[in-house]
């Protein structure tokens, strides 16, 4: 039998674990259950039982065990249509449909009243037959329901699942029990009567696919990651999405700037980004903060280093003229693998999903520097997600102790003087702050740009002219410094003199 095996924190004894078949599950879990244990899965109908149940009971087969679910509710066909729905196999899983045959024994058919406890007793002999027939290291029995309707008492039910728990004492076998939630006495019984309890629920938001969310509420002896984690249902089985935790995630990595491969651009930044320094790019759309953003990961596949792309908003199509147009042409580090570019529909996505889709493309895809474009769309998608800023300053911090240098994109109301847009302001998490903004003069709208914060080091105090398109591409003037006013959007002029440009590239 093939086991997997962590150890405590202490390292001071080693616990077998059955592995759920979850990779996500089996890290909440600290490894997957402990084994020849009783453990309680609840939740409301449809949140996936039964699929996270049959996941388990197939992982055990995968290993060469013996593995045995047992359904008191779903019949065989119903059972197969979820298995066939996810593609999967039963091969090696023992199935065992709890009939009406299998209720009404040849004791209980002798009188024409069936007693509670009569029915319940052979149901529970039935049951612990089929056991010890098969000798399975894992069980499920689907679902508890049932039993109570039989038990038709909180104590008779109550003590039927204790003797199920001991039965099960020393038998080397690991048991989930399947109920649907309630919140009678009788079941928070029934939780303290079960080594661990596993709980699955999930919320409809007023706009987009459900969220669902599972939570271990209880593990005897063991470490857990608590709090509520992420999930999803897709063809295949469940896919958990752990709670970040940036303090688990630590790695060295040498402190050197970046540049963007703008003279001025790095002038202004004094000698460009924070490698792990988190960059928050602000001002009202369409003033160039995907642009000069977009610079930074040319930069960055120029030098060969990968880059990740999360785009909320724009296409890659358009995303791929634009930076064309403007002389910094990035579908070739694309096709090459340099950049990877993700669309994202956060109205289809949790938070915890899009965290693991960061997270793996700086751990799989060995990302340096990381694009959200942007804010806005991520956090206006999800208005019931009362933590996403907790959510980003975790991910910011992980990032940050990855050595990897990540680009903010949050659009800011209003066109001439750009104001935050309220339970948006990111300005306190970033490390560095850009700040864009849309100036008039001569008749004609302009844009500044300016650096109002860097944590780590020096920048110019100035605001300098950003002029897009043309040759070559991207054009910074020198300082504004016969302007005042310039944030207001109506500058007026202290002396004459026009500004001067400076070229892009250095």
């Not at 008191?72 to 196999?89: A, F, N, R």
């Not at 474009?373 to 300053?393: C, F, T, V």
Request: glycine letters at 10%; aromatic letters at 6%; a negative charge.
């Amino acid at each position: 039998m093939a086991v997997t095996q962590t150890s405590l924190a202490n390292g001071a004894r080693r616990i077998d674990r059955a592995a759920s078949g979850i990779v996500g599950l089996d890290d909440v879990l600290g490894g997957g259950f402990p084994r020849n244990r009783l453990y309680l899965l609840q939740g409301d109908p449809g949140v996936g039982k039964t699929t996270l149940a049959m996941q388990f009971l197939l992982e055990g087969a995968r290993r060469g065990e013996r593995v045995l679910y047992v359904t008191l509710s779903e019949s065989l066909e119903e059972i197969q249509d979820v298995v066939q729905s996810h593609g999967w196999s039963l091969d090696g899983v023992d199935i065992h449909e709890f009939s009406q045959e299998d209720q009404l024994s040849a004791q209980t058919q002798s009188t024409v009243f069936h007693p509670a406890e009569l029915e319940l007793g052979e149901t529970m002999r039935t049951l612990l037959g089929i056991v010890e027939r098969v000798q399975p290291s894992r069980v499920v029995f689907d679902s508890l329901s049932e039993l109570r309707l039989l038990a038709a008492d909180s104590l008779r039910y109550r003590r039927e699942i204790l003797s199920l728990k001991h039965y099960f004492v020393g038998r080397k076998s690991t048991v989930l029990l399947l109920d649907d939630r309630t919140t009678d006495a009788g079941d928070r019984q029934l939780q303290s009567l079960c080594h661990g309890v596993v709980a699955l629920d999930n919320t409809v938001p007023e706009y987009g696919v459900e969220r669902y969310r599972v939570r271990i509420t209880k593990m005897r002896g063991v470490r857990f990651r608590g709090g509520y984690h992420d999930y999803v249902i897709r063809t295949g089985g469940l896919d958990v999405y752990p709670r970040l935790v940036a303090a688990e995630h630590k790695s060295e990595f040498i402190n050197e700037p970046i540049s963007s491969g703008v003279k001025a651009l790095d002038d202004l930044l004094g000698g460009g980004l924070d490698r792990g320094a988190s960059i928050a790019l602000m001002g009202p759309s369409g003033c160039g903060k995907s642009t000069i953003a977009t610079r930074y990961i040319v930069s960055a596949a120029q030098r060969g280093e990968n880059a990740a792309m999360f785009l909320f908003e724009e296409t890659p199509a358009t995303l791929f003229q634009r930076s064309r147009l403007l002389h910094m042409d990035l579908k070739p580090y694309v096709d090459n693998g340099c950049v990877a570019i993700h669309s994202i529909d956060p109205a289809e996505l949790a938070p915890n999903e899009f965290i693991q889709r960061v997270r793996d493309a700086v751990e799989k895809g060995g990302a340096r520097i990381v694009l959200i474009d942007s804010l806005n769309g991520y956090l206006n998608a999800m208005p019931g997600e009362r933590y996403l800023i907790l959510q980003l300053h975790e991910l910011l911090t992980y990032l940050s102790q990855q050595g990897v240098t990540t680009l903010l994109i949050t659009a800011q109301a209003g066109m001439m003087a750009a104001a935050a847009v309220p339970g948006l302001d990111i300005s306190y998490i970033a490390d560095t702050a850009l700040l864009f903004r849309y100036f008039e003069y001569g008749g004609a709208i302009k844009k500044a740009l300016s650096v109002f914060k860097r944590r780590s080091g020096q920048h110019e105090q100035t605001i300098r002219e950003l002029i897009l398109g043309g040759e070559p591409g991207i054009c910074i003037s020198e300082p504004l410094t016969q302007f005042r006013g310039l944030l207001t959007g109506v500058p007026t002029l202290d002396r004459g003199g026009d500004t001067q440009k400076t070229g892009a590239f250095a």
